[in-house]
């Protein structure tokens, strides 16, 4: 019933706009605004080619596209709700789906997608991210995935090469660690340890790389379907292991990893003093213009393909006057043309259908992200939970958990105790 009642709404607007005509329908031509989160200059210009063509094939419609970076989209989303100034659609982070979904102010659109064939070319990962409690509140548009960017002189220096001498990056755990500790050393001869085998993040955003090692060691669901938090497994534990290990034990990431955020691990590795590390294709444009000689390859695996799974579905607001057109324009997102030019021209982020996705891997470095997808996707490795509380969740509770564990202050397993009790209370607030 509760579903009737959506697209009866959901039709209802379609309706009465079409018949009374909206405040952003001037000359017959429908204005819609779009709130696009990603910003940098090669976003820009894919977004410009794709409404370009968008509005050739649609001239009575034209999209107005509203930068709105991520540091302050949230903010400036909960003044529009306020003010009743949202856009008639936008961008969404990965869980977006369920948080908006949850604030009812989405629209469902169930009734429009669940029989869209289009969806059937579409990977099941981003299909998850652009649904909530089972209903479509959002359409997928673009996917991402980490990889192992990897310093190929230091390879090679170290004598960790192929047959053929080239440098040959770890498959497996073992060898991670094994390549991890040659790959540490002073490299001056004055006793002190000045190149690392691996950066990652122990700052505010450590939560996507324990996650990943949760992943790879065979769980890392931290809620089930039903919202009981099961992080305290016996598989999320190893990961968290190997992860603190890696900085507690074995001394193989800089000493002062506990403050490396995003930024500080993409500067160790472009300042060729590590030689592995995590990382998505949000940063190629960085990667392309260093000097370091990199390469990428899938993320060790201990029991399944792992990787931290993201990506940006697209959100219709249900205070729009126009939920046709601003639904034609979603869907143009995913079509074959528009996916070709914001991930494969562009490289912003991975296409979500197959047919893109083949296209993409031409590119021999589009195609280590895009067969780590399909790898994660085969061994069902999850995205984040959709579930409304992730953002907080990731952002203010389990950081200072985490961060008390690398710190060496509490155990992995009172660590895993901690997390599960703020994760319980905060999903019962």
Partial sequence: MKRLCLVAMFALLCISFVIAGGKQERDGVVELEFWMRDTRPSNVEAMDLIVESFEQQHPGIKVNVVLTPWDSVEQKTMTAIAAGTLP????????????????????????????WDRLNDICGVSVSQAKYNGEFYAIPWFAGSNVMFYNKDLFIEAGIVDADGNAAPPKNW???????????????GDGVIDQWGFVTRGDVSLTIPIREF??????????DSNRN???????NLEGLNFYLDLFQ???VVPPDTPSVD????????????????????????NMYDSSVNWGVALEPKREKNACHIGGCPVGIFNTTEHPQEALLFAKYLVSDEAQKIWAVDKGNGLPVTQKAQELAKQ??????????LQAADADNVTPPPQIPEW???ERSVAPPIFQSALLGEITPEACLAQLQSAMTAALNE
């Fill in 174 to 188: 073992e060898e991670f660690l094994a390549d991890a500790k040659k790959l540490t050393k002073d490299t001056d």
């Fill in 391 to 393: 953002v907080s969740i």
């Fill in 262 to 285: 995003y930024v500080g691990e993409e500067q160790y590795f472009l300042s060729g003093k590590v030689a592995m590390m995590f990382n998505g294709p949000w940063n190629l444009g």
């Fill in 88 to 115: 008639d659609l936008s961008q969404l982070n990965q869980t977006g789906a369920a948080d908006y979904g949850e604030k009812g102010i989405l629209l469902n659109l169930d009734g429009e997608l669940k029989s």
């Fill in 249 to 251: 034990r074995y001394k």
């Fill in 229 to 235: 938090v099961i992080v305290d497994s016996k598989k």
């Fill in 363 to 372: 590119d021999p470095v589009i195609k280590v992200f895009v067969e780590s």
């Fill in 214 to 223: 949760m992943l790879a060691a065979g769980d890392g669901e931290w809620v």
